[in-house]
Structure formats: C-alpha cells, structure tokens
C-alpha cells in the first residue's frame, strides 16, 4: 500500500537582505515551508501529479493536489485539497469536491512538452483559476532527478479578482514520472 505524510506552513513571514552591485536592500514578504514523505513512489500506472500552494490576501492558504493516470481523459487517481482559514479549522476535500482542469497550456521550445499553466479549481462550491507570473518556468532536470518540471510562481483568482499567490508545480508531462 501506498501512503503519505505531507506537512506545510503558509503565510510564513519572510524577510531578506539582497545585494547587487555592492548595494543592500531589504526586502519582507510572505512564504510557505512544506514537506513530503511517502513510502513508496508513484504507482506504475500514474503519469505524474499537479500541486497547488497558495497563501491568501485575507490570510487563509489553499494547498490542493491530483495525481494523474496514463490512461488520457481518465479522472485523477487521487485527488484532494485543503482550505485553512486564517485562525480557523482546516476544511479538507476529497475527489468528490476537487476538479482541477486547464484553463490555458504554453508548449516549451526546449522540451516540446504543452504545459497547463493556468488552471481551473472547482473547490467545494468555489472556482479559483491560477495565472503564472510567466509562462517559461520549465526546469529540465532529466540530468540529475530524472524528470522534467513545470514549477513556479502563480496568481490565484476568483471572480477575475486576484486573491492570493503562491506556487504550481507539474510532472509527468514530458513523459509518466519514473523516480
């Protein structure tokens, strides 16, 4: 069987001192600290997954996941999210209540691999839509992990509005994860 711990801690207060050129700056804003173990890899029959972080303007944080089959247009073979209310009690959401689907792909020179980068989440009663910062955020790392990722910063929306910001993260879209 498979099974998995995941641990994170949003809206983590974060403050850096950047020098370029010989001159300082400060520099705050908000992070996010977060941790897997698992005990085993992917099953042999899933492609890859797509994860979601993001922390809220209003101070909640929305963490949400599918593992994707190889079988095309196939339902996720897990799915699930969860929203934390800032002071609040966790809201968690299975299968029934996540759907994440595309809401527009960028299709890498380097790979040729098309990449979902802005994504629809049907979220219990609440579509959100995330929007990359930019779209080349390939990294190719075939050469150490053996995988190649999409991953990177994303506006999170609802209504057309921006609500937060945080992070989506991609496998298996060049070909299935084999770690």
């Given at each position: 069987?498979?099974?998995s711990h995941y641990y994170s801690q949003p809206q983590l207060a974060?403050?850096?001192r950047l020098t370029r050129d010989g001159k300082s700056e400060e520099r705050t804003?908000?992070?996010?600290?977060?941790h897997e173990w698992s005990s085993t890899l992917l099953a042999d029959d899933a492609a890859g997954w797509d994860w979601i972080g993001m922390n809220l303007d209003d101070g909640s944080?929305?963490?949400a996941f599918s593992i994707r089959s190889q079988q095309s247009n196939s339902a996720p073979m897990h799915a699930y999210a969860s929203l934390r209310p800032r002071g609040g009690s966790v809201q968690t959401l299975g299968p029934r209540d996540v759907r994440?689907?595309?809401r527009a792909e960028w299709t890498s020179p380097r790979t040729r691999a098309t990449w979902p980068v802005a994504r629809e989440l049907r979220i219990g009663d609440r579509?959100?839509?995330?929007q990359p910062l930019m779209d080349d955020q390939e990294l190719d790392s075939r050469l150490s992990t053996g995988a190649v990722y999409w991953e990177g910063g994303s506006r999170l929306l609802e209504?057309?509005?921006p609500i937060g910001r945080g992070y989506?993260?991609?496998t298996g879209y060049v070909a299935p994860l084999r770690l």
């Open positions: 069987p498979q099974a974060v403050r850096a804003g908000q992070g996010w600290l977060d944080a929305l963490t994440i689907s595309t579509t959100l839509v995330t209504n057309g509005k989506l993260e991609m």
